[in-house]
C-alpha cells in the first residue's frame, strides 16, 4: 500500500519557480517508481517525468526537459518536482502517482498513467501575469 499527497502548488508569474512535493507514505519505498502527471482543463493527463526511488534512475518529457529536475528526499518520504522558467502552458494540475516495480508491465510503460495504481489528489499550477 502506498499514499500520496501533493502540495507546493499555487499562482507564480512567467518565468518564476515553483516546487511541488509528493508525500509517500508506505513501506519499502525503494520498490517504487514515482511518476508525475499534469491535466490541464480540456486536456487529457500528460507524463511529465518519473524517478525510481531505489534506483533514482529518472527521466522527463520533452517540454519540461531542462526546466524541470525531480529528486527524492528520503528524510521527509517526498519527491520533489522542482519546476523553473515556468510558461503559461504549464499551468495545470499537478499530480504523483505511484507503483510497485515488481507489477507486471511497468519497465518501459512508466509514461502511462494506466500503469500507476495510487493516485495523489493533485495540486494546482497557475502560470500568470
Known amino acids: 500500500q502506498l499514499h500520496l499527497a501533493e502540495s507546493g502548488g499555487g499562482l507564480v508569474q512567467p518565468g518564476g519557480s515553483l516546487r511541488v512535493s509528493c508525500l509517500t507514505t508506505g513501506r519499502a519505498l525503494d520498490y517504487y517508481l514515482i511518476g508525475w502527471f499534469r491535466q490541464a482543463p480540456g486536456k487529457e493527463r500528460e507524463w511529465i517525468s518519473y524517478?525510481?526511488?531505489?534506483?533514482?534512475?529518472?527521466d522527463y518529457a520533452e517540454p519540461v526537459k531542462g526546466r524541470f529536475t525531480i529528486s527524492r528526499d528520503s528524510a521527509k518520504n517526498t519527491v520533489n518536482l522542482q519546476m523553473n522558467s515556468l510558461k503559461p502552458e504549464d499551468t495545470a494540475i499537478y499530480y504523483c502517482a505511484g507503483v510497485h516495480i515488481f507489477n507486471a508491465r511497468v519497465r518501459g510503460y512508466e509514461q502511462v498513467p494506466g500503469t500507476y495504481t495510487y493516485w495523489g489528489q493533485g495540486t494546482q499550477v497557475t502560470v500568470s501575469s
Open positions: 524517478i525510481y526511488l531505489g534506483s533514482g534512475v529518472s
